[in-house]
Nanobody, 124 residues
Framework: QVQLVESGGGLVQAGGSLRLSCTASARTVNINNMAWFRQAPGKEREFVAVHNRFGSSTRYADSVKGRFTISRDNMQNTLFLQMNSLKPEDTAVYYC?????????????????WGQGTQVTVSS
C-alpha cells in the first residue's frame, strides 16, 4: 500500500501562483506514471497533468497547458505541480495519483493509488 500526501493548496487571487506537492511513501524512481487530477464541485474528476518516468515525458490538459508545470524529485519521492496565471475556473480539489502503466496515461482507471486531495480556490 502506497500513501500519497498532498500539500500546498490554498486561496489565491486570479493571476497568482501556487505550488502543490505530493509525497509518496514509496520510491518514486520506480513509479511509471505520477499525475495530478482535479475535481470541481458538481463536476467529474478530470486529468490535469502526468509525468512518465520513461524519458521524463509530460502531458497536460489543454486547459492548463502553458500555465502549469509538472515535475518530480525522486530524491524526495515527491511530485510537484507549479500553477501560474491561475484562473477562477482552476478552483477544485487537486488529487495526486500514481500508476504502473508503462505508457503515459491520463485515464483515472490507470492509476492505482490516490491522495486525499488538497483544495485550491482562485478568487476573481
Amino acid at each position: 500500500q502506497v500513501q500519497l500526501v498532498e500539500s500546498g493548496g490554498g486561496l489565491v487571487q486570479a493571476g497568482g501562483s501556487l505550488r502543490l506537492s505530493c509525497t509518496a511513501s514509496a520510491r518514486t524512481v520506480n513509479i511509471n506514471n505520477m499525475a495530478w487530477f482535479r475535481q470541481a464541485p458538481g463536476k467529474e474528476r478530470e486529468f490535469v497533468a502526468v509525468h512518465n518516468r520513461f524519458g521524463s515525458s509530460t502531458r497536460y490538459a489543454d486547459s492548463v497547458k502553458g500555465r502549469f508545470t509538472i515535475s518530480r524529485d525522486n530524491m524526495q519521492n515527491t511530485l510537484f505541480l507549479q500553477m501560474n496565471s491561475l484562473k477562477p475556473e482552476d478552483t477544485a480539489v487537486y488529487y495526486c495519483a500514481i500508476g504502473q502503466k508503462v505508457a503515459s496515461s491520463s485515464r483515472p482507471t490507470d492509476f492505482n493509488y490516490w491522495g486525499q486531495g488538497t483544495q485550491v480556490t482562485v478568487s476573481s
